[in-house]
């Protein structure tokens, strides 16, 4: 059983000496417990935090344990009651081959055609873009959303939800081909790359009506180039900040904790954060019913960037806080 484990706490971006690769003897379940054998690992930005021992929403992973993920799993023997031998589950198996549980937290996903979507549009990711869209961002027909990270995971479904809603959709995204997919494949009005020189003027341009839902995926740059273009009751559900997840320290000033809090209270404007299973958990299932009709009429796509091999996961997930990937990103570590 091949286990990747968290060997050192990363002081800024991580590096591939963080993590440690172990072989462990595949253990045997005993009464009530499956063994699971992962299929797909999925790799998020939330896993930066748990690399990290500051205080936060959830415990961090500790020096030599396994890195934690969601997996889709199978089960390969059972001595639990309501598991049988073969059955495909959604698993929190972490980054490893093979995971014994006693069932607590497991899902039965029935027979998917794409198994792997339990991890993106039709799981956390897909459910996070949902619920901070719909219940915090309140998108009304004809109103201009704007979403960074907009080829990835959550900010792809943003998109593609608030223009069924009526919406005029502005995307973020880094790269020329990453645009081109957000508006020729996901239907986005347009893209702008954030990389740009003049990425500021570009999406002042792109928003002639301002903005009225801000979906804050990244922060840093692209959410001062958001800042002024606010209109009057806007709403921006703060989902992450993936651009200062490395970070050691507060950037350099000038302060502008004065101008943001100057433009919220004078232009009425409502930022909330939220953490989606703590906030939403009860809500799963009406998420999950409108988001398989929508992937089933092809309202929706959703690309996924498949990596071979447990072994490529730290490098992988390296490339996640670089915008190395190109969609959901998801480990295949066995074949389904
Ligand atoms: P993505 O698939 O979108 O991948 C991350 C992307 O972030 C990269 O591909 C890159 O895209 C972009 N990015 C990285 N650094 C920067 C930067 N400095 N400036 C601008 N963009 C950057 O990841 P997810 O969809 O899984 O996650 C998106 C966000 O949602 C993250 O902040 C994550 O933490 C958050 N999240 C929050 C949840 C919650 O409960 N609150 C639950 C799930 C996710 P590009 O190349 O286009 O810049």
């Known amino acids: 059983n091949r286990q990747i484990t968290l060997h050192s706490r990363p002081v800024g971006a991580p590096t591939a000496a963080n993590f440690e690769l172990k072989q462990s003897a595949v253990a045997s379940p005993v009464a009530g417990q499956v063994l699971l054998r992962s299929l797909y690992l999925s790799l998020d930005p939330y896993m930066r935090g748990r690399m990290s021992d500051a205080k936060s929403y959830a415990a961090p992973v500790a020096l030599g344990e396994v890195m934690l ?27 490893q081959d093979y995971a014994i549980s006693d069932g607590v937290g497991l899902s039965k996903l029935g027979s998917m055609a794409r198994p792997s979507l339990a991890l993106g549009a039709l799981g956390m990711p897909g459910f996070t873009a949902y619920m901070g869209l719909l219940d915090i961002g309140l998108p009304k027909a004809g109103e201009t959303v704007v979403v960074a990270a907009a080829s990835g995971a959550v900010g792809s479904i943003v998109g593609q939800i608030a223009k069924l809603k009526g919406c005029y959709i502005v995307g973020i995204a880094g790269g020329a081909d990453k645009c081109r997919s957000v508006v020729e494949e996901l ?21 002639p009506k301002g903005i009225d839902v801000y979906f804050e995926n990244v922060g840093g740059a692209v959410f001062d180039a958001v800042l002024p273009l606010l ?3 806007a709403r921006i559900p703060v989902c992450g900040l993936i651009a200062n997840y490395n970070d050691t320290a507060l950037p350099e000033g000038p302060d502008r904790l004065g101008l943001l809090a100057r433009t919220i209270l004078t232009k009425r404007i409502k930022m909330q954060g939220f953490i989606i299973f703590d906030d939403y958990g009860h809500r799963y299932p009406e998420f999950f019913a409108q988001m398989s009709s ?19 996961a730290p490098q992988a997930f390296i490339g996640l806080l670089e915008g190395k990937n190109f969609g959901k990103l998801i480990v295949q570590i066995a074949s389904d």
Do not use: M
């Open 69 to 95: 993920g969601a997996t889709v799993s199978r089960v390969v023997s059972s001595q639990h009651p309501d598991y049988a031998e073969g059955e495909l589950v959604l698993a929190y198996s972490g980054w």
């Open 231 to 233: 209109n009057a009751a």
């Open 294 to 312: 929508w992937l089933q009429a092809g309202q929706i796509k959703f690309r996924e960037d498949i990596v071979a091999g447990l072994e490529q």
């Open 187 to 207: 239907g986005f009005d347009v893209c702008i790359d954030h990389r740009s020189a003049d990425f500021k003027q570009q999406l002042a341009a792109a928003c």
